[in-house]
């Protein structure tokens, strides 16, 4: 069972940027795909962008392309969400997750198991 811890969460102004890493244990990492998820108070979990195992493939939300990159590094058992532009909107808690569902659902929240405990991303206007 992978276990991963995010971090790198704040308060930031519009425009600003924020990265946020997501550290995993176990020897598996390397053979997972990941993704970035966010909830927003009283909404529903969303998916925010994913890469596959060796980083060749990622996948972005239509409201973060653009402004978020997500990337890997097997050897540091982390992945990283890179966001530069950052909106109000963007407000959220940030959670990070293994996919076992496969690379083609990469957007589904139900495909994801192993969450971390989230990293608080505030956006002020």
């Known amino acids: 069972q992978v276990q991963l811890v995010e971090s790198g969460g704040g308060l930031v102004q519009a425009g600003g940027s924020l990265r946020l890493s997501c550290a995993a244990s176990g020897r598996s990492f390397s053979y997972a795909d990941m993704g970035w998820f966010r909830r927003a108070p009283g909404k529903e979990r969303e998916f925010v962008a994913a890469i596959t195992t060796n980083g060749a493939s990622t996948y972005y939300a239509d409201s973060v392309k653009g402004r978020f990159t997500i990337s890997r590094d097997n050897a540091k058992n982390t992945v990283y969400l890179q966001m530069n532009s950052l909106k109000p909107e963007d407000t959220a808690v940030y959670y990070c997750?293994?996919?076992?569902?496969?690379?083609?659902?990469?957007?589904?929240?139900?495909?994801?198991?192993?969450w971390g405990q989230g990293t608080q991303v505030t956006v002020s206007s």
């Open positions: 997750g293994r996919n076992y569902g496969g690379s083609a659902y990469y957007a589904v929240s139900g495909a994801y198991t192993s």
